[in-house]
């Protein structure tokens, strides 16, 4: 039950975070984007409805505060969600090295398809921000998904104990 | 990541649920801003003030610098004028001049003399008188090649024969140690004043006529005998000596 009560807030304190902290040390052409890693986490670890709801939370909070498309984060956090969700039922995904290369992946095919979607229905091209902007975020992101995850187990622990 | 929203519709209105999230996450994003804010600002203000200790730091160390340079300047400046006096003295005086440092002094209670850095390589040899730009010093006692040592005229074993400038009364003015000098063998009918002047008499092929000596401080006829007590204050403050000149007299030349 406390998860349910407390999802709501510690999604929205982590887009806050995510969006003012973060920002502050990285790159300005870097952003954070530690929800993705939660979202992977959820596909991981969680059960379909806990995940789905979690990546829909998570997703729809940061369109509220970041995103200029409506929908966009929300679409994408649950289209990720599930891609994970597929792959932890298939192979062993506990080891640091795959953990941080499908989190590289998942951060790749996110820029792909935000660059397909603007490029399908608005019109514009933003075929640079490839290179320069999703490549290095991947790897960022890879690197640091391993340490996030053990983050999140940790919490997961603490939560369950709680909610025992 | 964050796009160009140029050719982005923008929603115009936003649903309930979206304005509960903004108004929720506002203050909160305001809050941590600002905090973040006064972070960079304290971060800033340190770095700052680190900036200024090692400014402060480094312009102590240059002050001090600078003093140091200025008490050498300082220094160079009173050795010159010192210099000059005792030039000035040389050009009075008949004989070769070897101007030398005063480089210790005997701390001693019982011997009153000092090492200067001048030695036989200079033409200094044993007997001759050592100036100071106030007058007599006393005479060299000792010498090596390149130092020799001076028998203060307040030491105990320094008698010089001497002359009270106003009677011309002449008489053996002895060290007494601490105490100056004594004016001794001047009888007790001459008159001999506080203040006289004493100079050497130029009697005994040391010392050159008319050289300062010292200025009488006591005269006492109470005491019985033949002879006054005079007591005689040194021209020169040995305290304050840094550089003496010794006058070269030819051996056997009359001073």
């Known amino acids: 039950m406390i998860y349910y009560l407390l999802l709501p807030f510690l999604l929205l304190l982590l887009v ?126 890879g690197l640091l998904s391993p340490l996030f995850f053990h983050l999140l187990q940790r919490f997961e622990v603490l939560l369950h104990a709680r909610d025992t | 990541m964050h796009v160009n929203p140029q050719k982005i519709p923008i929603h115009g209105t936003c649903g309930l649920l979206r304005k509960i999230v903004l108004e929720t996450a506002a203050p909160i994003e305001d809050a941590i801003n600002v905090s973040l804010k006064s972070l960079h600002d304290v971060w800033r203000r340190y770095l700052f003030l ?3 200790e090692d400014e402060n730091r480094r312009l102590r160390n240059e002050n001090a610098a600078l003093n140091d340079q200025i008490n050498q300047y300082r220094e160079g400046y009173l050795e010159g004028v010192r210099l ?32 200067i850095d001048k030695g036989t390589v200079e033409g200094l040899r044993v007997g001759l008188p050592v100036l100071a730009d106030q007058g007599v010093v006393g005479r060299i006692i000792e010498t090596a090649w ?27 003015l002895q060290g007494a140690g601490s105490a100056g000098c004594h004016l001794k063998y001047i009888s007790r009918v ?21 050289l300062l000596l010292g200025v009488v401080s006591e005269v006492s006829r109470k005491e019985g005998g033949l002879f006054q007590k005079i007591d005689v204050s040194p021209a020169v403050d040995f305290g304050k000596l840094e550089e003496v000149m010794a006058l070269v007299v030819d051996a056997g030349a009359k001073p």
């Open chain 1, 16 to 141: 806050i975070v995510q969006s003012t902290i973060l920002d502050v040390f990285t790159l300005k052409w870097i952003s954070m984007e530690i929800s993705l890693i939660v979202v992977i986490y959820a596909g991981f670890h969680l059960d379909a409805f806990r995940g789905s709801l979690l990546s829909l939370v998570l997703g729809f909070f940061l369109d509220c505060l970041t995103s200029a498309i409506f929908g966009l984060y929300t679409f994408l956090y649950i289209v990720i969600f599930y891609f994970s969700l597929v792959v932890a039922g298939k192979v062993y995904a506990e080891k640091p090295a795959f953990i941080a290369s499908f989190t590289g992946l998942c951060t790749l095919l996110e820029g792909l398809t935000i660059v397909l979607l603007y490029r399908v229905f608005f019109g514009v091209d933003i075929l640079y921000a490839i290179p320069k902007i999703f490549i290095p975020q991947a790897v960022v992101l």
């Open chain 2, 50 to 52: 680190v900036g200024l």
């Open chain 2, 84 to 115: 000059r006096k005792l030039l000035d003295i040389k050009g009075d005086v008949k004989h070769r001049a070897v101007v030398a440092r005063v480089i210790d002094k005997d701390r001693t209670a019982l011997f009153k003399t000092l090492l």
């Open chain 2, 146 to 172: 390149h130092s020799s040592r001076v028998l203060l005229l307040i030491d105990d074993n320094s008698n010089i024969d001497a002359l009270i400038q106003r009677s011309r009364t002449q008489g053996i």
């Open chain 2, 190 to 210: 001459e008159d001999v004043r506080t203040g006289d002047v004493v100079l050497s008499s130029g009697l005994a092929g040391v010392f050159p006529k008319g």
